[in-house]
DNA sequence: TTGTTACCCATCAAATCCCATGGTAACGCT
DNA sequence: AGCGTTACCATGGGATTTGATGGGTAACAA
């Protein structure tokens, strides 16, 4: 089968109720990896952001569970499993496409009103749009975008 | 055909008659794995918690004994098959979703007022919070969670 | 009897659904 | 190219449903 990919970008807002509409390419490309009308979200592991894949992301997890303990139980097995399943959160969107975010996934990626997305082929990012530009630094390419899209919200 | 998993995580109260609510997304895995309204709960060998499974787990645990022990009887053997099937506990949840926890429950775990779910794939963990963030640090990325839904309850 | 377990019902807040609006990009006709 | 029409998408608000939790009581067992 052709593989699908994230691709572009978009600067959505988050609403009283917690609510971010999923950038409408993104859940295409995710109904075509996956057939299903949920993301599996959870905080990035290098960077202060969120990470977005669909669902089959929870069966490659468990993949390289079993690559690389086998059955071999362990302190540090239990670890990357916990952190795998349970850091990670399946979020369904509605007809409109809307997720809720989590006081969690608010917390641990700074996002408030504005959420910025922007994709990596097998998975991707969701920023707080300043806290990017401190990050990757206001001249890098994703950067300048993020400014561009702010300064056209007025 | 898929493979459903625990994910997600979530900070519940124990209340007068050290009853539970399980997460109402583990009740939806868990019926989807074993078609059951109960879990399999008994304390965790490495860590000072509670571990949950769908009622599967016995006849995996049956396996495991076959394939270990392949028929011989031994001391070791006799433990193996003693700490599996003894020390877990079929609590089934009635129509709200919630199990009961019984007296061994609590004191091997420490929990006592709130417990603190956290999933990992094939099983979940059940925490004291506080014991959490002791054992696995508070800037851990578990600990960091449940403190910020400790903080959230006032 | 005394404490536990199994139902039942009540409540509050959070999540979900449904409908509505405004903006904009795509399209096609002249 | 210019113009208007259409379609889709992001977003807001209200109403409904679901989930977590507390409390009462009858059935049961020690």
Redesign the interface.
């Known amino acids: 089968m052709t593989a699908f990919f994230f691709h572009g970008y978009a600067l959505n807002a988050v609403d009283a109720k917690n609510r971010l509409s999923v950038p409408s390419g993104y859940r295409d490309t995710n109904e075509k990896r996956s057939g299903e009308k949920q993301l599996?979200v959870g905080?990035a592991e290098r960077a202060p952001c969120l990470v977005g894949y669909d669902v089959l992301r929870?069966?490659r997890?468990?993949a390289q569970?079993n690559e690389r303990f086998a059955g071999n139980?362990?302190?540090e097995r239990?670890?990357f499993?916990?952190?795998?399943?349970?850091?990670?959160?399946?979020l369904p969107y509605d007809e409109t496409g809307r997720i809720i975010l989590s006081?969690?996934l608010k917390?641990?990626s700074g996002i408030d009103k504005l959420a910025f997305f922007i994709a990596a082929g097998d998975y991707f990012e969701i920023w707080h749009p300043q806290r990017l530009i401190e990050h990757k630094g206001a001249t890098s390419p994703a950067g300048r975008i993020v400014q561009q899209l702010l300064d056209a919200r007025k």
Do not use: H, K, V
């Open positions: 599996i905080p929870f069966e997890l468990q569970l139980y362990s302190d239990d670890d499993a916990r952190d795998a399943f349970g850091l990670n959160e399946s006081p969690s917390f641990t």
